[in-house]
């Protein structure tokens, strides 16, 4: 776990919303499973539809703006979180109303950060290769931002909601932006011994994984932590997958920082031994959890987190030993 200081983990700042819902995260008890199936994500809506609206939702860090945009949604299967039951998922996804009649809500939130003279974008969205999605081309456009002025795009992991944007319609979408994505996640997700062993439901992000090394000539596999552009640094995150990575985003005493796939709604953050489906390392993705949690509660870590309601901004809680995602408190800016 990196060492993450105070002043990287600013938190309490001002957030401007427009659309969207704000909605908490809790806690599950009960017994272990012994594992779970992958039955299909046909149960969410019909891949491919986009989302019909556009929700934005912007916050100063120093000299940047970050904009939270989302490619859609999906609802998981309940039996998609391995460490519970299903009717034990479905019970507590009930009482936070996240339920859906096919699952828990997740949500596909991308982060744009500008200051000026750089854009980067922060994923890609699954591009309507997963339930409702495909809106991050429209979200951008009403930034009035085409994808051909994209300067970078860091991939957090090569899960397909994560990476899908990049090459709908099997073309370079992002044709003059460097491509960041963590060394070990590359050699992982491009090896045909780990691609034949692996389960059907992974395939799709294995056969993106491919694509996205033949198409992008600027892609850079990068080692460990290390600053992207001034006051955009990478987060060692591993354990979700062999080189899943954060992004933290620093200036002028006040930071943000992006976990990704660290915190799942319903289950997370007050339950390390529950787990997602396409996380191959439980072990490793508990013990980062594990460490990850209570520091960010201790130092009041200001996160943007992938699948957590629109527009993924909280922070995480320790509540009398146990720890609750708290929605971040968010006003209009002037």
């Not at 936070?96 to 096919?102: H, L, M, W």
């Not at 974008?121 to 997963?130: E, T, Y």
Request: aromatic share 8%; charged share 20%.
């Amino acid at each position: 776990m990196p060492q993450l200081s105070r002043r990287a983990f600013a938190g309490g700042l001002p957030l401007g919303f427009v659309g969207g819902s704000l909605l908490g995260g809790g806690l599950l008890g009960g017994s272990l499973l012994d594992g779970a199936t992958a039955p299909a994500l046909a149960a969410s809506p019909a891949p491919g539809t986009p989302v019909s609206v556009t929700p934005l939702a912007q916050i100063k860090i120093g000299r940047f703006t970050v904009t939270a945009l989302t490619d859609g949604y999906a609802d998981m299967p309940y039996t998609f979180f391995p460490g519970r039951s299903a009717a034990q998922v479905e019970q507590a996804a009930t009482a936070q109303f996240t339920a859906r009649t096919s699952g828990v809500r997740f949500l596909f939130n991308q982060y744009l950060v500008e200051d000026g003279e750089r854009r980067i974008l922060i994923d890609a969205g699954p591009a309507g290769s997963i339930g409702q999605t495909g809106a991050l081309p429209q979200a951008l456009a009403t930034l009035g931002v085409e994808r051909d002025q994209i300067d970078a795009v860091i991939v957090t992991h090569m899960h397909q909601d994560h990476m899908g944007g990049l090459i709908l319609d099997g073309k370079n979408n992002y044709p003059k932006a460097e491509l960041f994505i963590d060394r070990r996640d590359v050699t992982h997700w491009t090896d045909p011994a780990k691609r034949n062993g692996a389960p059907d439901y992974l395939q799709t992000s294995f056969r993106m994984a491919d694509e996205i090394v033949r198409l992008y000539p600027k892609l850079q596999a990068i080692d460990g932590e290390r600053e992207i552009a001034r006051g955009v640094s990478i987060v060692d995150l591993a354990g979700h997958t062999p080189g899943h990575i954060g992004v933290r985003i620093e200036d002028g005493g006040q930071s943000l920082i992006m976990v990704s796939d660290m915190i799942f709604p319903v289950v997370h953050p007050a339950a390390t031994d529950v787990f997602f489906l396409f996380e191959q390392d439980q072990a490793a993705a508990k013990a980062m959890r594990d460490t990850f949690y209570p520091r960010a509660a201790a130092e009041g870590a200001l996160i943007a987190a992938t699948h957590m309601p629109f527009p993924g901004l909280g922070h995480v809680v320790n509540d009398r030993g146990t720890m609750r995602w708290q929605v971040a408190d968010w006003a209009l800016q002037n």
